[in-house]
């Protein structure tokens, strides 16, 4: 079978999840062909994972030229593959507009009509304006041309039902084996200047989407016993803004900046704290789970499913509910052992590589081809 993904800027988790997609279809004998721009075509290795890499700029943010030229070049570029798996709405739009028109005027060969479509939408817009209106044009697109949209969360699964999407099923992203850690906790945690203070640990991009702004009032306090401390592992672009109130307020935060010893983050750290927005199959939150370490997330998006009853789910904004359920785990040796221990059976539970390239096949194999 020959596959063509699509895919725009990424950074993270839709990047290695492409990857770990291109490299398990290639072992299978399949061909796969990657449509993305030059760094993150570069960024997760395409190449070395066996795929052609065909470099297209598809931006993060609507500009009319550049989108147009996109779509002509996603169009010619996946014409000739069995299935067009596009990442992101973005990249989903632009692949599905580039093979409508790459197909206009031209007779099939071998009775083929244009590539099966799928989808993967990995997100969902938490701000409004003129962004929600563009983001929601590019979803009614999506749900116009798919054959098959793959959604990472419930909600946005539901979106795309009454958008009129005609074939919506839940994706299998699965998190990578997480290595042991590699140091003691205790170093981990003088370096980190916790001393005796509970560690508490969020790894996350400082964007909008984390609801970062709800950790910092929980970090606040009041703390009935000794005030933890807590380490944010991550970039992005409200790193200044969080900074900047951390220092006016005295907070007990730390922004630790990206970090490639999170096992070892994870092992100093009493619980890891998502305070989200929105999110999908977080990749950092299933590693957290097959960590083994007790879990506060907000219950938002996909969180609950990925979640089950492996840890504390408290609604998105709710400072005093976040905080109590920090307090708890931090408070109780006893309850934190027992989440503890609910995490790595849930972790255990996860899918893992060979599921998500299994049910990947079987999308591409039992989409219908629109025409």
């Known amino acids: 079978m020959r596959v063509a993904f699509v895919l725009g800027t990424t950074s993270g988790g839709t990047g290695r999840h492409v990857a770990m997609l291109a490299r398990g279809l290639v072992r299978r004998g399949h061909r796969v062909l990657v449509v993305a721009p030059r760094e993150v075509g570069e960024g997760f290795a395409f190449r070395e994972a066996g795929a052609r890499l065909a470099e297209v700029e598809v931006t993060d943010r609507p500009r009319p030229l550049a989108d147009a030229r996109a779509v002509l070049a996603a169009g010619r570029l996946t014409r000739g593959a069995d299935v067009v798996h596009a990442h992101g709405l973005r990249a989903g739009a632009l692949a599905g507009l580039g093979l409508t028109l790459a197909g206009l005027g031209r007779v099939p060969s071998r009775g083929r009509t244009r590539p099966r479509l799928v989808v993967t939408l990995h997100n969902a817009l938490t701000a409004g304006g003129t962004v929600g209106l563009v983001y929601g044009v590019l979803e009614r ?186 307090q708890e785990v931090i408070a109780d040796p006893e309850k934190a052992a027992g989440r503890a221990a609910a995490a790595a059976r849930r972790g255990a539970e996860l899918p893992d590589e060979d599921d998500a390239v299994r049910a990947v096949l079987d999308a591409y194999g039992s989409s219908t081809s629109s025409g």
């Open 141 to 326: 697109i999506v749900a116009r041309l798919a054959d098959r949209v793959l959604v990472v969360s419930p909600d946005l699964g539901e979106r795309m039902w009454a958008l009129g999407a005609r074939d919506v099923r839940a994706a299998v992203v699965p998190a990578p084996v997480p290595r042991p850690a590699g140091r003691p906790a205790a170093e981990v945690r003088a370096e980190l200047g916790a001393g005796e203070r509970p560690v508490v640990l969020t790894i996350a991009r400082l964007a909008q989407q984390k609801g970062l702004e709800t950790l910092l009032d929980a970090a606040a306090g009041p703390w009935p016993g000794p005030e933890p401390l807590f380490a944010i592992a991550g970039e992005g672009p409200l790193r200044e803004t969080l900074q900047r109130r951390i220092d006016r307020d005295g907070l007990p935060v730390v922004l630790l900046g990206n970090r490639d010893d999170v096992p070892d983050l994870l092992a100093a750290a009493a619980v890891a704290v998502w305070p989200s927005r929105w999110e999908g199959q977080p990749l950092s939150l299933s590693e957290t789970l097959m960590a083994g370490r007790p879990v506060v997330a907000t219950a938002v998006g996909g969180i609950p499913e990925l979640v089950g009853d492996a840890g504390a789910l408290v609604p998105y904004g709710d400072v005093p509910a976040l905080r109590a359920a920090v």
